[in-house]
């Protein structure tokens, strides 16, 4: 039997506003408000709130029989909690019909995953928390921000007890493997790989409305059919995508709210069936693994990291910023530690690329670099205030130190305990 | 194909960007193998480089009938013109040109520059370009900028052969708006007359579509190149203690030279390890020194005075920055120049390179915050300046004159149908 995975991604950062070198030290606000709010407005009332709807309805006339997971970052659930919280309440309402899973991932939507595993784990857990806290369920699937995976990252997510792992089809990684299986972390066999579908994922997130696809307009029939075609063995499509397509992106007058409700009919025709991740990872039995070494990400025809990452600008500000990770860390400042995240979220370098920018606020990447670094030199000096940077070599690493192998420490005493004990009863 | 050309300004003698970009074109399209272009100036001075085109100055083209032994011709010009071109062109006077003041041998001295007179030497170059226009054998006439398209005005009613002007500024952007009338109309007529209009950005012609009223189908955008360096190794950058941001080119209003030491003055306040270089002269010199020193800046910013040939490139590449906060700047070509020695540049919005440099930064040429953030980033950051440096040198150099040869020959090739 075959089945369908869907899924949603849910993320808009907190845009800054121009920062003047001179506002630095000056002025420690950094966000347009305006222009944050006024996106989020749009998003919510043209696609997060009819999708939802539209969802809860499929979910409704299908007796629970269609199933969908969301992802949403941290800081969107913060965004949404201020400028948009009845958004809150309709997923909760969702999350009452058991038929949605919420996904774990950084809270920052950030690539601590790569830069700092330290910063993953505190995010990862604040993210869970966030989510139990609100929805009454804490996720057992993890996706990292823009899907970003690797060997080393699978580790991390698996020791954290989470059981399945959502990644991107990468033509390098997958080879002729085809995305529609499930499959296995390199070597640990625990954490399951859910693939996402690129082909048909896409074919509703930027196709849809086009008119010059050969295969416009897409209907269910059609679509359905496509994945009733394929390969009998193949059982499981991952179509995975942001939500703003729905209604955004696709916007209500291409007929994607009445496409979207006629899948469940369709596919239930087809015997199709829908899963949730984290079903899928217990129930589908794994086809083989994929050993990933150097980590992939969902954007553009290389799927690796270089639209954060790729430019010289880019591993500049990124290395700023995490070089004083360890000292946030230490920080009890709830302002500071706020900044802390939202200024790690992988948009602002996705502005700084030159070769593909998406959803930029800037007029170019030069633009996005000056700005985001007056932030930050006003951000570092706001944690050198904390900790002065005279202090810091000696002192602070004596501190760590001590945090570090606090551990350690008791348990090598624990053991001579043990050990004069044992002497002391010898000796009775 | 061949194309007389009619010019101001040739290499190496050159007071502006006419002349360098006269010289990048004709070169980049004496590479198309067909390609004949004959380049009128007003006043060679022999020591420019003739291995693409052939030069002709006015100045040694009789446009009054004098008798001349042909060993007299030869001592007096034959160094810069052939003899025997003398007397072939001698047939082609036509008209009594003799109200002209002319020389013994029946030609007009040019000063070859822009003299107080410029409107008679404007004339008498139409007078020597008739001559031409009889005895010459061409396909099309090319004029650049206004001071040549009277000219080229006549040589089309003279031969019927289809008239390209090219724009490389129109008097609006010379004034900020406060048009000579004169000018004006020399430049309009010019444009009405010609068959086709080249300018050097959209920029400029939005400004002759929306001021000078032509139609747009008569008006193609080519912008100008430039010419790669062969020394460029020469050029190196000289380590020092201060970071130098540099503003390169004459000290008008067209080139906004006020906002420069505005955002000079806002980068100093956070700063001291920069210092500020003024190149160049012009009537607004004076006002700037005395805005530098009211600025309480005048330690910190230095004015070189006019630079030329090798200097200007030296300039450029001893400093971390270069801005061009231009008000209004058809092209402006020094950036490229500046991005050529490996120099980031900033330059406003209102400049036509901006149209085709990414690894630049742009600002309005109003908005003194932006070009101050601009110039501290650089300043400060050595990740952006080799950026820019790296980017936008790769970029710079595959900027060639000799693609923008091939459209104006596709112009050509239009005209002539």
């Known amino acids: 039997m075959k089945n369908l995975c869907f899924y949603f991604e849910i993320h808009q950062p907190l845009r800054l506003k121009r920062y003047r070198f001179f506002d630095v030290s000056n002025n420690h606000y950094y966000y347009d408000d305006f222009q944050t709010e006024e996106r989020i407005r749009a998003l919510v009332e043209q696609s997060y709130l009819p999708a939802n709807l539209t969802i809860a309805e499929m979910i409704r006339s299908s007796n629970g029989k269609f199933k969908c997971a969301f992802s949403i970052s941290g800081i969107m659930l913060d965004l949404f909690e201020q400028y948009a919280p009845e958004i809150i309440d309709s997923f909760k309402e969702l999350a009452k019909t058991k038929s949605v899973e919420f996904l774990a991932e950084p809270y920052a939507h950030s690539l601590a995953s790569v830069f700092n595993t330290g910063e993953f784990e505190t995010q990862v857990k604040m993210h869970s928390d966030k989510i139990e806290n609100l929805f009454g369920k804490r996720p057992v699937s993890f996706r990292n921000a823009e899907l970003i995976?690797?060997?080393?990252?699978?580790?991390?997510?698996?020791?954290?007890?989470?059981?399945?792992?959502?990644?991107?089809?990468?033509?390098?990684?997958?080879?002729?493997?085809?995305?529609?299986?499930?499959?296995?972390?390199?070597?640990?066999?625990?954490?399951?790989?859910?693939?996402?579908?690129?082909?048909?994922?896409?074919?509703?997130?930027?196709?849809?409305?086009?008119?010059?696809?050969?295969?416009?307009?897409?209907?269910?029939?059609?679509?359905?059919?496509?994945?009733?075609?394929?390969?009998?063995?193949?059982?499981?499509?991952?179509?995975?995508?942001?939500?703003?397509?729905?209604?955004?992106?696709?916007?209500?007058?291409?007929?994607?709210?009445?496409?979207?409700?006629?899948?469940?009919?369709?596919?239930?025709?087809?015997?199709?069936?829908?899963?949730?991740?984290?079903?899928?990872?217990?129930?589908?039995?794994?086809?083989?693994?994929?050993?990933?070494?150097?980590?992939?990400?969902?954007?553009?025809?290389?799927?690796?990291?270089?639209?954060?990452t790729g430019n010289d600008l880019q591993q500049e500000a990124l290395n700023k910023l995490y070089a004083v990770a360890e000292r946030v860390h230490l920080c009890n400042d709830r302002p500071l530690k706020y900044d802390w995240l939202m200024l790690q979220a992988t948009d602002h370098f996705r502005y700084m690329s030159h070769k593909d920018p998406f959803g930029t606020n800037y007029e170019s990447p030069y633009e996005a670099f000056i700005n985001y670094m007056n932030v930050l030199a006003d951000f570092l000096e706001r944690v050198d205030a904390q900790y002065p940077a005279s202090i810091e070599n000696e002192e602070l690493n004596e501190l760590l130190k001590t945090i570090n192998n606090q551990e350690k420490i008791i348990v090598e005493l624990e053991e001579e305990i043990a050990k004069l004990q044992k002497k002391k009863n010898a000796g009775k | 194909?061949?194309?007389?050309?009619?010019?101001?300004?040739?290499?190496?003698?050159?007071?502006?960007?006419?002349?360098?970009?006269?010289?990048?074109?004709?070169?980049?399209?004496?590479?198309?193998?067909?390609?004949?272009?004959?380049?009128?100036?007003?006043?060679?001075?022999?020591?420019?480089?003739?291995?693409?085109?052939?030069?002709?100055?006015?100045?040694?083209?009789?446009?009054?009938?004098?008798?001349?032994?042909?060993?007299?011709?030869?001592?007096?010009?034959?160094?810069?013109?052939?003899?025997?071109?003398?007397?072939?062109?001698?047939?082609?006077?036509?008209?009594?040109?003799?109200?002209i003041g002319t020389n013994d041998l029946g030609c007009i001295d040019f000063s070859g520059r822009y003299p107080e007179n410029l409107l008679e030497e404007i004339s008498n170059y139409e007078a020597v370009v008739s001559v031409l226009a009889h005895q010459l054998q061409f396909d099309v006439i090319h004029s650049h900028d206004w001071l040549t398209y009277p000219a080229g005005v006549f040589a089309k009613q003279i031969s019927g052969k289809p008239l390209v002007v090219h724009v490389h500024a129109t008097d609006f952007d010379r004034s900020r708006g406060q048009v000579n009338p004169v000018v004006y109309g020399i430049e309009k007529r010019g444009m009405e007359l010609a068959d086709h209009i080249i300018t050097v950005s959209d920029l400029t012609r939005r400004t002759v579509i929306e001021k000078y009223h032509q139609h747009p189908d008569k008006v193609t955008t080519v912008h100008n190149a430039v010419e790669p360096l062969d020394d460029v190794d020469s050029f190196v950058k000289t380590p020092r203690k201060d970071k130098i941001v540099t503003f390169l080119g004459r000290i008008t209003m067209q080139k906004g030279p006020e906002y420069f030491v505005e955002a000079a003055h806002s980068v100093l306040q956070r700063t001291k390890n920069v210092r500020f270089v003024m190149a160049g002269s012009g009537d607004m010199m004076n006002a700037m020194i005395d805005l530098a020193a009211k600025r309480n800046i005048a330690d910190r910013f230095h004015f070189t005075g006019f630079l030329k040939g090798r200097a200007v490139h030296e300039m450029l590449a001893e400093s971390d920055v270069y801005v061009m906060p231009s008000v209004s700047e058809p092209f402006g070509i020094s950036p490229l120049e500046a991005m050529q020695v490996g120099t980031p540049s900033i330059i406003s919005k209102?400049?036509?390179?901006?149209?085709?440099?990414?690894h630049a930064i742009k600002t309005d040429y109003w908005d003194i915050d932006a070009m101050a953030d601009a110039i501290y980033a650089i300043v400060k950051n050595p990740a952006m300046y080799k950026s820019l440096r790296e980017l936008g040198r790769e970029e710079v150099n595959n900027i060639k004159w000799y693609d923008a040869g091939i459209k104006v020959r596709a112009i050509y090739d239009r005209v002539r149908r």
């Not at chain 1, 399945?164 to 995305?179: C, F, N, T």
């Not at chain 1, 059982?235 to 006629?262: C, D, P, R, T």
């Not at chain 2, 007003?42 to 446009?63: M, R």
């Open chain 1, 149 to 308: 995976y690797s060997d080393e990252i699978g580790e991390l997510v698996s020791k954290m007890g989470y059981k399945v792992m959502l990644i991107d089809e990468a033509r390098h990684i997958l080879g002729w493997k085809s995305p529609d299986f499930v499959y296995n972390h390199a070597y640990l066999p625990k954490l399951k790989l859910l693939v996402r579908n690129h082909k048909l994922s896409d074919d509703i997130a930027f196709r849809f409305s086009d008119h010059s696809w050969i295969d416009f307009p897409l209907t269910a029939d059609k679509y359905i059919g496509w994945i009733k075609d394929s390969s009998p063995d193949e059982n499981i499509v991952n179509i995975w995508m942001g939500y703003e397509a729905i209604g955004y992106f696709q916007h209500y007058s291409s007929g994607i709210f009445e496409f979207l409700k006629a899948l469940p009919y369709k596919a239930m025709e087809q015997e199709l069936n829908f899963i949730l991740p984290s079903e899928a990872g217990k129930k589908i039995e794994p086809a083989g693994s994929l050993a990933v070494p150097y980590p992939i990400s969902w954007s553009g025809h290389e799927k690796d990291l270089s639209p954060w």
């Open chain 2, 1 to 99: 194909m061949k194309a007389l050309m009619l010019g101001w300004e040739f290499p190496p003698h050159i007071l502006g960007g006419l002349g360098t970009a006269s010289y990048g074109l004709t070169k980049g399209m004496a590479q198309q193998e067909d390609m004949d272009i004959t380049f009128v100036i007003p006043k060679p001075h022999g020591d420019e480089d003739q291995s693409f085109l052939k030069i002709i100055g006015a100045c040694h083209v009789p446009v009054v009938w004098k008798e001349n032994s042909w060993d007299y011709v030869n001592q007096r010009i034959g160094a810069m013109m052939h003899p025997d071109e003398y007397f072939r062109l001698r047939n082609g006077i036509k008209y009594d040109y003799r109200r």
């Open chain 2, 350 to 358: 209102q400049s036509g390179c901006a149209e085709i440099l990414t």
